[in-house]
T-cell receptor, first 113, second 110 residues
Framework: ETGVTQTPRHLVMGMTNKKSLKCEQH?????MYWYKQSAKKPLELMFV???????ENNSVPSRFSPECPNSSHLFLHLHTLQPEDSALYLC????????????FGNGTRLTVT | GQQLNQSPQSMFIQEGEDVSMNCTSS?????WLWYKQDPGEGPVLLIA?????ELTSNGRLTAQFGITRKDSFLNISASIPSDVGIYFC??????????FGAGTTVTVRA
């Protein structure tokens, strides 16, 4: 079992729906990340939370809304998405302020119809 | 993040072959990471490099942190079918920002 768990694994939603992606990490890390992965492109950093405070927001449209209620849980709330938002959304965690690597979850495959 | 150039973009390998892929950057990095992603899964860390010139192995995998701190390579020796997947490099700069390459897709030739 990976130390970072994401649910659901797959999600199909219409453009008018509201849904949420969930991430939970059991590694004792204090920083959590949301990345977007599209085919043949580098991972795109969306949001970073460190000690439950959002420290980075990479010009992500407001239709994506993150929430970090504690250092073990991270959510990505989705509303009025566009078809081009279809992608694999990856959650990751690490110890901030160190050179430690990111540990990724298995992602949520999102399809917007 | 910085732009990383990862090559090749894809490769077909014969079982038993040794293969190599690399990443280059115009900027200096303090850390190089190599990940592998299997279909339907998230990236899994293979090797982490923290010092220029460092050469580290993990089983049949060997990675090196380039002496200029602007490049890294990953070698896979005696490839086997389960080596298929997408391999990503990532470099971390002094401000702790992590940049990823676009990946090398490895397919084993039957």
């Amino acid at each position: 079992e990976t130390g970072v768990t994401q649910t659901p694994r797959h999600l199909v939603m219409g453009m008018t729906n509201k849904k949420s992606l969930k991430c939970e990490q059991h590694l004792g890390h204090n920083a959590m990340y949301w990345y977007k992965q599209s085919a043949k492109k580098p991972l795109e950093l969306m949001f970073v939370y460190s000690l439950e405070e959002r420290v980075e927001n990479n010009s992500v449209p407001s239709r994506f809304s993150p929430e970090c209620p504690n250092s073990s849980h991270l959510f990505l709330h989705l509303h009025t998405l566009q078809p081009e938002d279809s992608a694999l959304y990856l959650c990751a965690s690490r110890d901030p302020g160190t050179q430690g690597p990111l540990h990724f979850g298995n992602g949520t495959r999102l399809t917007v119809t | 993040g910085q732009q990383l150039n990862q090559s090749p973009q894809s490769m077909f390998i014969q079982e038993g072959e040794d293969v190599s892929m690399n990443c280059t950057s115009s900027s200096i990095f303090n850390t190089w990471l190599w990940y592998k992603q299997d279909p339907g899964e998230g990236p899994v860390l293979l090797i982490a490099l923290y010092k220029a010139g460092e050469l580290t192995s993990n089983g049949r995998l060997t990675a090196q942190f380039g002496i200029t701190r602007k490049d890294s390579f990953l070698n896979i020796s005696a490839s086997i079918p389960s080596d298929v997947g997408i391999y990503f490099c990532a470099g971390r700069s002094s401000d702790y920002k992590l940049s990823f390459g676009a990946g090398t897709t490895v397919t084993v030739r039957a």
